[in-house]
């Protein structure tokens, strides 16, 4: 597992407001950075250099941020916009269409919550992204409607339309006929919860 660092604070040429209050603030969020760019990529490498890259630009950047406002809305937002200008630059990639190389990638699960898990990823995963990334958001991130909003950069009314058919297609997908059907893991419970 690669460890996450804040840049050490320079002597000369420290940016405006990167200050040894910044430094803890963006350590304390890298948990839940680490689990929303996993969230967008399925990719442990990839995932954590979104989070290096969101780090070193609110480093940069840090007297940006209005202090009082949520820090952890500000730093999502950073990511997010980095992960979609990623995507944009992989355009021309070759993916793996047919899923040989992710196919060998898989293993049988040890037990019943890996299990769930998996199909619960598996049907995550087909998800349209704006739905996926509402639901992430609002339901294992714990962001309220308004914050996901605001890194999303639409309404509120789109956010909860967006979870609420991201809920109604993991029921479906998943083959449950409501929340009561949810197994033991949290992160499917998280997401399949009351809108």
Not at 70 to 77: H, K, P, R, S, V
């Amino acid at each position: 597992m690669t460890r996450m660092t804040v840049p050490a604070q320079p002597q000369n040429n420290t940016p405006p407001g990167a200050d040894a209050e910044m430094r803890s603030l963006l350590l304390g969020a890298i948990p839940a950075l680490r689990a929303f760019a996993y969230s967008l990529t399925y990719d442990l490498d990839r995932s954590d250099d979104l989070v290096q890259d969101t780090l070193v630009k609110a480093w940069v950047k840090a007297d940006s941020f209005q202090h009082g406002t949520n820090l952890t809305a500000w730093l999502f937002t950073i990511l997010r916009n980095a992960f979609y200008s990623e995507l944009r630059k992989r355009k021309r990639e070759v993916g793996d269409a047919d899923g040989v190389m992710a196919g060998k990638l898989t293993s049988l699960p040890a037990q019943e919550v890996s299990l769930e898990l998996r199909e619960f990823h598996e049907a995550l995963d087909l998800l349209p992204s704006s739905q996926r990334e509402a639901l992430v958001l609002v339901g294992a991130q714990a962001f309220t409607y308004e914050e996901a909003a605001e890194i999303c950069g639409v309404a509120v009314g789109t956010v909860k339309s967006r979870v609420s058919r991201a809920r109604l297609r993991l029921t479906k997908a998943l083959g449950m006929n409501g929340v009561d059907e949810i197994g033991a893991d949290a992160a499917t419970r998280a997401a399949l919860g009351p809108v």
